[in-house]
């Protein structure tokens, strides 16, 4: 940032999908279909919300977003919008695993039932 009195209010970040297979377009309606995310592009996608959550939730960056909170995520401080256009599971899948990455499981994430039992979310606190 060149100014340093300057900081990131927020982000909207647009991304495509990660490496995907068997992508087939109807030459008349051109409806794709067939399309599955490949190993490679869950793990292309996992790697970018790394990325990401150091550049703008790591509080040490130049370009971190001041206020946001957690870990765990406060819900209401994100959006995140995956539409398939045509091509199902490979446009969301890839956003989950961007997820996955941005917002890594914590075992913070917890809630207490009526009866006093805490329970964490599952897979470590998967958010």
Same mark, same amino acid.
């Given at each position: 940032?060149?100014?340093? =009195? %300057?900081?990131?209010?927020? @982000?909207?970040?647009?991304? &495509?999908?990660?490496?995907?297979?068997? *992508?087939? !377009?109807?030459? #008349? /309606?051109? #409806?794709?279909?067939?399309?599955?995310? /490949?190993?490679?592009?869950? !793990?292309?996608?996992?790697?970018?919300? !790394?990325?990401? &959550? !150091?550049?703008?939730?790591?509080?040490?960056?130049? %370009?971190?977003?001041? $206020?946001?909170?957690?870990?765990?995520?406060? =819900?209401? +401080?994100? &959006? @995140? &919008?995956? =539409?398939?256009?045509?091509?199902? $599971? @490979?446009?969301?899948? %890839?956003? +989950?695993?961007?997820? +996955?990455?941005?917002?890594?499981?914590? %075992?913070? *994430? #917890?809630?207490?039932?009526?009866?006093? #039992?805490?329970?964490?979310?599952?897979?470590?606190?998967?958010?």
């Amino acid at each position: 940032m060149e100014n340093s =009195d %300057s900081k990131v209010l927020g @982000v909207v970040l647009l991304i &495509r999908h990660g490496d995907r297979q068997g *992508f087939y !377009q109807d030459p #008349t /309606t051109y #409806t794709p279909s067939n399309t599955v995310l /490949t190993p490679l592009g869950n !793990q292309q996608e996992y790697q970018l919300g !790394q990325l990401l &959550r !150091q550049v703008y939730l790591n509080s040490s960056s130049p %370009s971190y977003i001041n $206020g946001m909170n957690g870990p765990p995520v406060n =819900d209401a +401080q994100f &959006r @995140v &919008r995956a =539409d398939a256009g045509g091509e199902g $599971g @490979v446009i969301v899948n %890839s956003a +989950q695993s961007l997820i +996955q990455g941005l917002i890594p499981a914590n %075992s913070n *994430f #917890t809630t207490t039932l009526a009866n006093g #039992t805490t329970i964490e979310a599952p897979l470590n606190g998967y958010q």
